[in-house]
């Protein structure tokens, strides 16, 4: 599924025709840093932390909504949101492919690649500093919700990218996956509002240094004349399949 993921936006990218960038003095909403944009995942991260380390929440919230979980699933995974983190990438790769959006595809790349790195990095170093234990006892990584994190991420980049409406699609799909999560007793639900936070302040984060990276890479003056063609493959090996993209630039 991740192979399909990168193919699609590969594809997407060039594929699709040689846009004209915006100029560097000129931001557009997404890329305009205010504080006011800190207080959702701000919110959501905090509070997550708070009901992490509430021994009256987890008594009276986390614990009860686990058994519940395992009332109603009677303890059988149904891991279909292993692959459902992923559908906002999708819609965001189908986005690029038609010419939405507000910006090139040069520029989605850059916010889309800023944001995971700077995501995972929040993730990875809460999730190895919190060490909160997960409700199925697999491992202390629960807090926060890594898939979650994914979900969230790709819904809000999708909003910022291509407006309120392709972004309810990808937030509902994001709402689905980190119910799962709960669902298939993996996380608690304080997890979910940690990872909900993240996510949605790692892709402000990859449009905030938009800018910055535009100057670096001089999108503005390179863009137009930079013409890329695409041909996926696809060949056997003597372990399996292998799939990949052919790219061409020029110049």
């Given at each position: 599924?991740?192979?399909?993921?990168?193919?699609?936006?590969?594809?997407?990218?060039?594929?699709?025709?040689?846009?004209?960038?915006?100029?560097?003095?000129?931001?557009?909403?997404?890329?305009?840093?205010?504080?006011?944009?800190?207080?959702?995942?701000?919110?959501?991260?905090?509070?997550?932390?708070?009901?992490?380390?509430?021994?009256?929440?987890?008594?009276?919230?986390?614990?009860?909504?686990?058994?519940?979980?395992?009332?109603?699933?009677?303890?059988?995974?149904?891991?279909?949101?292993?692959?459902?983190?992923?559908?906002?990438?999708?819609?965001?790769?189908?986005?690029?492919?038609?010419?939405?959006?507000?910006?090139?595809?040069?520029?989605?790349?850059?916010?889309?690649?800023?944001?995971?790195?700077?995501?995972?990095?929040?993730?990875?170093?809460?999730?190895?500093?919190?060490?909160?234990?997960?409700?199925?006892?697999?491992?202390?990584?629960?807090?926060?919700?890594?898939?979650?994190?994914?979900a969230f991420l790709a819904a809000e980049l999708v909003r910022l990218e291509f407006g309120p409406w392709w972004g309810l699609a990808a937030y509902t799909v994001a709402g689905v996956t980190a119910f799962m999560r709960v669902y298939n007793n993996w996380h608690w639900t304080?997890?979910?509002?940690?990872?909900?936070?993240?996510?949605?302040?790692?892709?402000?984060?990859?449009?905030?240094?938009?800018?910055?990276?535009?100057?670096?890479?001089?999108?503005?003056?390179?863009?137009?004349?930079?013409?890329?063609?695409?041909?996926?493959?696809?060949?056997?090996?003597?372990?399996?399949?292998?799939?990949?993209?052919?790219?061409?630039?020029?110049?």
């Amino acid at each position: 599924m991740k192979r399909l993921l990168v193919l699609l936006a590969f594809i997407a990218v060039f594929l699709q025709p040689s846009r004209a960038q915006r100029r560097d003095s000129v931001y557009t909403a997404s890329e305009q840093f205010k504080w006011t944009k800190l207080i959702a995942p701000g919110a959501l991260v905090g509070t997550g932390a708070i009901c992490t380390l509430s021994p009256w929440y987890r008594a009276h919230v986390n614990e009860p909504v686990r058994d519940w979980a395992l009332r109603v699933s009677g303890g059988i995974e149904r891991p279909f949101d292993n692959y459902l983190q992923y559908a906002g990438y999708a819609e965001y790769a189908l986005g690029m492919a038609i010419g939405a959006g507000e910006h090139g595809p040069w520029e989605q790349l850059l916010a889309v690649g800023t944001a995971i790195l700077a995501t995972s990095a929040m993730s990875w170093t809460v999730k190895h500093t919190a060490g909160v234990m997960r409700p199925n006892g697999a491992n202390t990584e629960s807090f926060p919700s890594g898939h979650t994190v994914t979900a969230f991420l790709a819904a809000e980049l999708v909003r910022l990218e291509f407006g309120p409406w392709w972004g309810l699609a990808a937030y509902t799909v994001a709402g689905v996956t980190a119910f799962m999560r709960v669902y298939n007793n993996w996380h608690w639900t304080s997890d979910l509002l940690g990872g909900a936070g993240i996510g949605i302040l790692g892709a402000n984060i990859g449009y905030w240094l938009l800018p910055l990276e535009r100057k670096w890479f001089h999108l503005d003056s390179k863009a137009a004349q930079v013409h890329a063609s695409a041909l996926p493959y696809a060949a056997p090996t003597p372990v399996g399949s292998c799939y990949g993209v052919s790219l061409a630039l020029n110049f």
